[in-house]
């Protein structure tokens, strides 16, 4: 649900988290988008930086300049005066990435973790595929690719997008791993709650994995030209679409990447209406798998 | 310029507060873990308390000084020496070219020390910032921790700079952070942002606990072992859009020194922790805690006291007035 009123939970003595609902859908994610935008704009004195995600907006600030009880009042304001996000109409990129689904590197991944950290634990593909009612691990594959991705938050690592279906036909969820895995492929694509994500470099992680890119989405040498405003490739408002490919086309582009021939396949013609989406998503029928 | 002999275990240049500003992008703040030492370091040789000097960690760097310059040494002892002559900590101290300084293990209690020169170290800022993110490589010296044979760049201290150094200063006593005598560590949280996923005995067993530091921490997280947890109904009655186990929630910012449950193992988020994720936080470190946690070593034990917001930004007002020229003798 979206709360009436939105909760300001503190962090300590210099954050505060504000959240908006305990659910994921696109109003929630404009509501922390917007406040955050907000603040940049406001440029009130003490605030440091915000992270906004699916349901809510992390606020930094620094207690020195304002407390936190002189904070909430001032953040109370600002969510009431947030316009509806009805009628945005945004420019939005769309990246098309060729990913290998049920792949051999993030196979070994989870065989390394049940070797050696959970001898219970169920194969991520088989698990997303029992718990989400479907037929095969391919039967997964098919409705995770069918749907564009919206990349709602940049967090957990430079460039890590924080992603939601946005066909309803394609929603799934998925539990995290408990405990986490230590190491997890560069370019692995997986899913934790309802959310789907891409590990921008070898790093911990705690989702579902069942997939891999061969394309960088951050790059500290800034090697393509995507890479020059910004060392990760994502802002909010991106869209993702995962297209199966084969080992050996994953391959391939692998080498381009490599010699830096590679040309990121994005297109930025696009704007998304809102009001579209919404009147879309309520002309079809949800229950419908692909 | 410094010439690195010998590196040491993961020594590297922080400034303070560290890359702010970039959170949305995933990055976190990074800066020196304890910065009450950080800032006193910086103060006695004339720096702002910002300035770029470099934390070691456990085993300290060798490091020849090609210049004359002034140099202090805070944190954990380090058995400090230049070229073979025992040097005192927490205060200043002149160095002339062709001389040596040499730092061992962190010796009893204390984890990291912090070695701040006159003018600063002079590496290129990375988004603002010159601390070192090393797991990702990015700030410091070619985005890591400091390596053998490098030269790190600095700023040559200015005149009031080399005036100050030929007086002697010291950060007064009770201006020093305390540090523990017994490897046991009070450390003060302020309960959220997710505490109301915790049940009345799982917030009783958190803050009677003894928890023990574990070897598996770095500059990322502290993980602790201890007792397991117990969550209300709303870490059971959830959308499936959280994920099933108890502790996962929708994806969400992560605070400094949140303390993070991923499954029953509780990790508190340091300095170059993730900014995000899909875990609850039902504790945070403010920042009159934070500075210890740079000091514990793994197997030190920790005590948590719970603190209102009100109280932890009261007493980060205290350290904040310490860490200034007032605390030099």
Redesign the interface.
């Known amino acids: 649900m979206i709360y009436p009123e939105p909760k300001f939970?503190?962090?300590?003595?210099?954050?505060?988290?504000i959240?908006f609902g305990?659910?994921?859908n696109l109003e929630l994610n404009f509501m922390g988008q917007g406040l955050?935008a907000a603040i940049k704009e406001e440029a009130i004195d003490g605030l440091?930086?915000?992270?906004?995600?699916?349901?809510?907006?992390?606020i930094?600030y620094d207690?020195?300049v304002i407390?936190?009880?002189e904070l909430v009042p001032l953040l109370s304001q600002l969510i009431k005066d947030l316009g509806p996000s009805e009628d945005l109409v945004l420019d939005s990129r769309i990246f098309y990435f060729p990913t290998v689904y049920l792949d051999p590197w993030s196979n070994e991944c989870v065989e390394d973790y049940i070797e050696k950290i959970n001898p219970d634990k169920q194969k991520d593909p088989e698990l997303v595929t029992e718990?989400n009612g479907l037929e095969s691990p391919e039967h997964f594959a098919r409705v995770h690719s069918a749907t564009e991705y919206w990349v709602a938050?940049?967090?957990?690592?430079?460039?890590?997008p924080?992603m939601m279906p946005l066909d309803p036909r394609c929603a799934m969820?998925?539990?995290?791993?408990?405990?986490?895995r230590t190491w997890t492929p560069k370019g692995t694509v997986g899913m934790?709650?309802?959310?789907t994500a891409i590990y921008p470099?070898h790093l911990a992680g705690?989702?579902q994995i069942f997939g891999r890119i061969p394309v960088p989405i951050w790059d500290?040498q800034k090697r393509f030209p995507q890479f020059e405003d910004?060392i990760?490739l994502f802002k909010p408002g991106d869209r993702v679409k995962f297209v199966p490919c084969t080992i050996e086309e994953f391959e391939h582009i692998e080498r381009q990447v490599k010699d830096g021939t590679y040309v990121y396949n994005l297109v930025e013609y696009q704007k998304f209406s809102v009001k579209s989406y919404k009147a879309w998503t309520q002309s079809i029928d949800k229950n419908i798998r692909f | 310029m410094i010439e690195v002999i010998k590196k040491g275990l993961e020594s590297s240049i922080q400034d303070y507060p560290g890359r702010l500003g970039f959170c949305d992008q995933g990055f976190p703040c990074s800066g020196p873990m304890d910065n009450w030492s950080f800032r006193l370091a910086n103060i006695l040789v004339g720096n702002q308390a910002s300035d770029a000097g470099l934390e070691c960690q456990y085993l300290g760097p060798t490091l020849k000084f090609h210049y004359d310059t002034v140099i202090a040494i805070t944190g954990a002892d380090m058995q400090a020496k230049l070229d073979d002559e025992a040097i005192p900590m927490w205060c200043n101290i002149q160095v002339k070219q062709g001389q040596t300084l040499s730092l061992n293990f962190a010796k009893g209690v204390g984890a990291r020390t912090y070695l701040a020169i006159a003018g600063g170290f002079a590496t290129e800022p990375w988004l603002g910032s010159r601390s070192t993110f090393n797991k990702a490589g990015v700030g410091g010296m070619e985005g890591h921790a400091i390596q053998d044979k490098q030269m790190l760049p600095v700023n040559a201290p200015s005149d009031k700079q080399t005036q100050l150094g030929q007086k002697q200063r010291s950060v007064k006593r009770d201006a020093r952070p305390v540090f523990s005598s017994n490897k046991e560590w009070e450390i003060e949280v302020v309960r959220g942002p997710n505490d109301d996923w915790i049940d009345d005995a799982g917030h009783e067993r958190f803050l009677a606990a003894s928890w023990k530091l574990s070897a598996k921490s770095d500059r990322t997280g502290f993980r602790l072992d201890g007792p397991d947890w117990t969550f209300t109904p709303k870490a059971f009655d959830k959308a499936l859009e959280h994920g099933t186990e108890p502790s996962n929630i929708i994806d969400q910012g992560y605070p400094l020194g949140a303390i993070n449950l991923a499954g029953q193992t509780p990790i508190i988020l340091m300095n170059d922790g993730p900014s995000m994720g899909g875990f609850i936080n039902p504790y945070t470190v403010p920042t009159v805690g934070f500075w210890k946690l740079g000091q514990a070593k793994p197997g030190d034990t920790l005590h948590f006291k719970q603190v209102s917001v009100q109280e932890a930004q009261s007493l980060r007002k205290h350290i904040n007035t310490l860490c200034s020229e007032d605390s030099i003798l």
């Open positions: 939970l503190p962090g300590g003595d210099r954050y505060i988290l959240e305990n659910e994921m955050a440091i930086e915000s992270a906004p995600c699916f349901a809510s907006t992390l930094h207690p020195d407390g936190f009880d718990l938050s940049l967090g957990f690592w430079p460039g890590l924080f969820t998925a539990p995290k791993y408990n405990p986490p934790g709650g309802g959310s470099d705690g989702y500290t910004s990760c």
